[in-house]
């Protein structure tokens, strides 16, 4: 099955604790992205990166950390520093040619986070 | 991006087709109309998308304005499954670093009645 899958599902944090959440997706995509949604709100960007070994800072990126070592995986780190992580993460990817087909963003089942 | 206004919610019989607007006022030439859906404590799912004119695939169909200025996303034969949050977004497709941004509003709520 191709698609893009985030790992745990339900991530619990203490204070003061770093966490990383999962993202992998065998789309051959280029672009990743996450995005934090809080309740009855929309999604805001955290971070995306459009090529392997690059990223770039999104709307609310304080507070967090991501990597881009390979393709496929995106992880994100939720740091100390992150005030108020309870939230519901999803990540995303799509490809980044040009065109009318070109750019869909495909999501994940995303992560809920809860702190302890 | 433009903004877009949607009806915070909807209720649909289920086997009649949903019929959700969407005005987005200020949308320039070269920004597209997006549809996604999410489904409580899911993510987001892409349905449809276009520029100008009307398009349709295996989900939904999606109606234009000639002046662009709103749309329609049609399922023709909702059923309880397709209750969802419905988000319509419009965005320029590959104008350099942040172009990529979904900007999700709160959407239009749909609810598929028995």
């Known amino acids: 099955d191709g698609g893009i899958t985030q790992s745990p599902k339900y991530l619990f944090r203490k204070e003061g604790q770093n966490v990383t959440l999962s993202c992998e997706q065998n789309l051959n995509h280029d672009a990743m992205y996450w995005y934090r949604q809080d309740p009855g709100q929309g999604l805001r960007l955290i971070y995306y990166s459009q090529i392997v070994n690059d990223f770039q800072k999104g709307d609310i990126a304080e507070g967090y950390s991501v990597s881009r070592e390979k393709k496929e995986s995106f992880p994100l780190t939720v740091t100390s520093a992150q005030k108020n992580p309870t939230a519901f993460y999803l990540c995303a990817s799509s490809t980044t040619g040009q065109g009318p087909n070109g750019e869909t963003q495909y999501f994940g089942p995303g992560t809920r986070l809860l702190v302890l | 991006d433009a903004k877009t206004t949607q009806p915070p919610s909807m209720d649909c019989a289920e086997g009649r087709a949903a019929n959700l607007p969407c005005n987005h006022s200020?949308?320039?030439?070269?920004?597209?109309v997006y549809w996604y859906r999410q489904i409580h404590s899911q993510g987001p799912q892409y349905i449809i998308h276009?520029?100008?004119n009307n398009e349709t695939n295996e989900m939904a169909s999606l109606i234009i304005t000639e002046d662009r200025k709103s749309s329609t996303l049609i399922l023709p034969h909702a059923t309880l499954r397709d209750t969802a949050v419905y988000y319509c977004?419009?965005?320029?497709?590959?104008?350099?670093?942040?172009?990529?941004?979904?900007?999700f509003g709160k959407g239009t709520k749909l609810s598929v009645i028995p």
């Open positions: 276009g520029l100008k």
């Open positions: 977004i419009v965005r320029v497709l590959g104008s350099g670093a942040g172009s990529y941004q979904l900007t």
């Open positions: 200020t949308i320039s030439g070269n920004e597209y």
